[in-house]
């Protein structure tokens, strides 16, 4: 038996429509100016006792976890979406544009838990302090909400890897709250917490997106193996 594979041209939309999406991604990377200015703050200095990357000013800190965890989100979130648009290069642009903002984004929604949850366990107030200022809470809304520009390109076979990463995000969260819920340089456990937390959350939108054969290539290939 012989099977006709699709034409896979005809599954690719045409890169015309894409090109409206392609800007307004571009204007949203302007709302998450932030992150890399934070990035270029702290890169100025590493701090090989703390395991972090630490600013001129003293305050500006990221974790080298962090930046672990961004770089592999970006790095699979971009391949996984060529891979899904026929590794055609006129999207790469798309696809670096969308991975960098989902990176970002999921970064504010582990901010959001983070900050809950040390007010929590240290009885402050810096969430309702500082994320309530004029336009504050609003950026946060946005920043979040830009998690979904990688919507065209998730698949619901992943939901199930979504879901495990994302459980597993809130397990090494209550495992850290505790210990304590200490800063990262407290302890190596705090640091593990923090860090694996870091990474899985980072994980779990980057497998949104892993590329998965239709239905249609599927019964092919089955099609194929009973031949």
Not at 131 to 148: A, F
Request: with cysteine; aromatic share 14%; net charge positive.
């Amino acid at each position: 038996m012989i099977v006709r594979e699709s034409d896979p041209k005809a599954s690719t939309p045409n890169f015309k429509l894409w090109i409206p999406y392609l800007l307004l991604l571009i204007v949203r990377v302007g709302f998450l100016a932030w992150y890399p200015e934070q990035v270029l703050n702290a890169i100025t200095g590493f701090n090989s006792s703390q395991g972090s990357f630490i600013g001129s000013d003293g305050r500006s800190q990221i974790f080298i976890f962090s930046i672990a965890g961004g770089v592999i989100s970006f790095v699979l979130m971009t391949i996984s979406i060529m891979i899904q648009q026929k590794n055609d290069p006129k999207y790469l642009p798309i696809a670096l544009l969308v991975a960098y903002i989902c990176t970002i984004s999921v970064t504010m929604w582990y901010e959001q838990i983070y900050a809950n949850l040390w007010d929590l366990a240290n009885h402050t107030s810096y969430w309702f302090t500082y994320y309530t200022e004029p336009g504050k809470l609003l950026q946060v809304l946005i920043d979040m909400s830009l998690l979904l520009v990688a919507y065209p390109w998730m698949k619901r076979a992943n939901l199930k890897m979504v879901g495990v990463f994302s459980i597993l995000t809130l397990v090494l969260f209550a495992g850290w709250f505790a210990i304590g819920y200490g800063f990262p340089t407290t302890s190596s456990l705090a640091y593990f917490f923090n860090g694996s937390s870091r990474i899985c959350s980072q994980l779990a939108i980057a497998v949104s997106v892993l590329p998965q054969k239709s239905q249609k290539e599927k019964q092919a290939v089955r099609l194929t193996q009973l031949n």
